[in-house]
């Protein structure tokens, strides 16, 4: 795994073991950069370059098997977000526990101006393993109420 802190790679005992393919064995497997951060990074698999305002698919050389009951969530970079105005369309992007496939990102410059880069081998997004519950959804004719009600967008002030 990366990062630079040997506590951030999450090889702590009672750590959740996810099993990985490395679809491109020249890509680091992905890695926690310091300890506590929720999101491992995801690296580009190819270069792309994107006009402003041009979105692409870009793989990350990665398969992941979860277990069930959990599910993986790719999100966007912040800093790429800040400094370049690049970002993820479908954030968070959802991996279910069933999926084997690659994980691939679709980015999307959001710059006017300036066209963006992305070299193979760059940090493009996060990933974040959580635990999921499965619903069963129940209809009824009348919902409960609650102190929020249906306040929609902007209910709740400024």
Do not use: C, W
């Amino acid at each position: 795994m990366t990062g630079t802190d040997p506590g951030a790679t999450g090889d702590r005992p009672g750590a959740l073991e996810i099993v990985i393919q490395r679809l491109d064995p020249g890509l680091p497997a992905p890695g926690y950069a310091h300890p506590g951060d929720a999101g491992a990074d995801l690296y580009a698999a190819e270069d792309v370059e994107l006009l402003p305002g041009e979105r692409a698919v870009v793989g990350t050389g990665l398969a992941i098997a979860l277990p069930d009951g959990y599910a993986a969530f790719v999100h966007p970079r912040s800093g790429l977000a800040a400094r370049h105005g690049v970002t993820l369309v479908n954030a968070p992007g959802t991996v279910d526990a069933g999926y084997r496939g690659e994980i691939k990102v679709t980015i999307i410059n959001t710059d006017t101006k300036e066209p963006f880069r992305v070299r193979r081998g760059d940090r493009v997004a996060q990933l974040v393993v959580q635990r999921v519950e499965r619903a069963v959804f129940r209809e009824v004719e009348l919902l409960p109420g609650s102190a929020r009600g249906a306040g929609g967008f902007g209910s709740t002030g400024r």
